[in-house]
T-cell receptor
Framework: AQSVAQPEDQVNVAEGNPLTVKCTYSVSGNPYLFWYVQYPNRGLQFLLKYITGDNLVKGSYGFEAEFNKSQTSFHLKKPSALVSDSALYFCAVRSSDSNYQLIWGAGTKLIIKP | GAVVSQHPSRVICKSGTSVKIECRSLDFQATTMFWYRQFPKQSLMLMATSNEGSKATYEQGVEKDKFLINHASLTLSTLTVTSAHPEDSSFYIC????????????????FGPGTRLTVL
């Protein structure tokens, strides 16, 4: 079965420190991976996606993610966190075996403390 | 680019009435649109996939007669919650898939800002 795991419900980081939000996936075919961010009472905003090619993908707001096929992971990273990065982050995966639907992780709440 | 609007952003209605929510892709054409429901502190639950000019595909457990979806054009999809009840109160989010040339698997979904429905 297709699935996405975000093992941490919440991540706390001090402003200025690097941040990592973890995501692992399980799909049968080739994975196509996405990260979205959701601010309170808002829809989701697209951050970045991995389709093919370079394993390090750069996205919006200084975020990047690294695709690791052997570990089936796609962790979201940022070198220096901002208070304004505090939000809910969702990882999603799509494959030819998921009927083209996005399979969503449960979300990770990121809290950046001043 | 890739902006999706949703209207209304918030609606309060009486039990038994119907509510229509509109989802528009403002600067791109969307062959496929999606309707999600999100409960507090939970992930997104896909309700249905809407393709322009054809009937929507509903997920298991979603009542198609209660949640009517119409995708009349490449930029507009509507969700009508019929005979709404308090248990239908939720945050409804639509998304539109922008064709980016490499196929359905790689197209990015862009999301609307969501509609908070409260049924009294």
């Amino acid at each position: 079965a297709q699935s996405v795991a975000q093992p941490e419900d919440q991540v706390n980081v001090a402003e200025g420190n690097p941040l990592t939000v973890k995501c692992t996936y399980s799909v049968s075919g080739n994975p196509y991976l996405f990260w979205y961010v959701q601010y309170p009472n808002r829809g989701l905003q697209f951050l970045l996606k991995y389709i093919t090619g370079d394993n390090l993908v750069k996205g919006s707001y200084g975020f990047e993610a690294e695709f690791n096929k052997s570990q089936t992971s796609f962790h979201l990273k940022k070198p220096s966190a901002l208070v304004s990065d505090s939000a809910l982050y969702f990882c999603a995966v799509r494959s030819s075996d998921s009927n083209y639907q996005l399979i969503w992780g449960a979300g990770t709440k990121l809290i950046i403390k001043p | 680019g890739a902006v999706v609007s949703q209207h209304p952003s918030r609606v309060i209605c009486k039990s038994g009435t119907s509510v229509k929510i509109e989802c528009r892709s403002l600067d791109f054409q969307a062959t496929t649109m999606f309707w999600y429901r999100q409960f507090p502190k939970q992930s997104l639950m896909l309700m249905a996939t809407s393709n322009e000019g054809s009937k929507a595909t509903y997920e298991q457990g979603v009542e198609k007669d209660k949640f009517l979806i119409n995708h009349a054009s490449l930029t507009l999809s509507t969700l009508t919650v019929t005979s709404a009840h308090p248990e239908d109160s939720s945050f409804y989010i639509c998304s539109a898939s922008r064709m980016e040339g490499a196929g359905l698997l790689t197209d990015t979904q862009y999301f609307g800002p969501g509609t908070r429905l409260t049924v009294l």
